[in-house]
């Protein structure tokens, strides 16, 4: 099993800035990769940075040059620093672990924390 913890949403001042960590736990090996995804009421789920194993960051347009993910491999822990906030950023934002299984790719994900940009 994998457990996902979030910790570090919470409420903001557009402008501001906030910091989300996700710790990962139990049976995660081998990764693929880890980010974080975000829903907004009454939308889809939506991918907002992933870093792979090799250190690959990948940003939705949306997030370019204000959010950077970051990881810290030793402790499993993977890190998105959200700069420059906007009220279209509030969701619930997703932290999600890819890991192989076998030959698939199975993605599990945090409980989610509440991020709100007020403006």
């Known amino acids: 099993q994998v457990q996902l913890v979030e910790s570090g949403g919470g409420l903001v001042q557009a402008g501001g800035s906030l910091r989300l960590s996700c710790a990962a736990s139990?049976?995660?090996?081998?990764?693929?990769?880890m980010g974080w995804y975000r829903q907004a009421p009454g939308k889809e789920r939506e991918r907002v940075a992933t870093?792979?194993?090799?250190?690959?960051?990948n940003y939705a347009d949306s997030v370019k040059g204000r959010f950077t993910i970051s990881r810290d491999s030793a402790k499993n822990t993977v890190y998105v620093q959200m700069n420059s906030l906007k009220p279209e950023d509030t969701g619930v934002y997703y932290c999600?672990?890819?890991?192989?299984?076998?030959?698939?790719?199975?993605?599990?994900w945090g409980q989610g924390t509440q991020v709100t940009v007020s403006s």
């Open positions: 139990g049976s995660i090996g081998p990764i693929v990769s």
């Open positions: 999600n672990l890819k890991k192989m299984i076998l030959l698939l790719v199975a993605d599990y």
């Open positions: 870093i792979t194993v090799a250190g690959t960051t």
